[in-house]
């Protein structure tokens, strides 16, 4: 399922511009994550996954600094 974004807000940015379904997304996300320049980070990948997931789910604000370090990496609150 497609869906058109906000003017001014990304993906669909200009007329007739349709962003890619979340699904779409994260296909692209798994083929990022299995390339040569994530192979060799775990952190960077969960990072990455973490971020998009996120974004995805509606929840972009919720990305803070702190929040990140104790959701991603396991730091003490």
């Known amino acids: 399922m497609l869906r058109t974004e906000t003017p ?3 993906f669909g940015d200009g007329p007739g511009r349709v ?9 692209q996300l ?6 040569s320049v994530f192979h060799g980070s775990k952190r960077c990948q969960q990072f ?5 997931e996120k974004a995805l789910s ?3 604000g919720a ?11 396991g730091r003490q609150p």
């Not at 962003?19 to 997304?25: H, M, R, S, V, Y």
């Not at 990455?48 to 998009?52: Q, R, S």
Request: net charge positive; glycine share 14%; charged share 30%.
């Open 8 to 10: 001014g807000r990304g």
């Open 19 to 27: 962003a890619p379904a979340g699904e779409e997304i994260r296909q």
């Open 30 to 35: 798994r083929g990022i994550l299995a390339t």
């Open 48 to 52: 990455l996954e973490h971020v998009c």
């Open 58 to 60: 509606g929840r972009a």
């Open 63 to 73: 990305l803070k600094e702190r929040m990140i370090a104790i959701e991603v990496f």
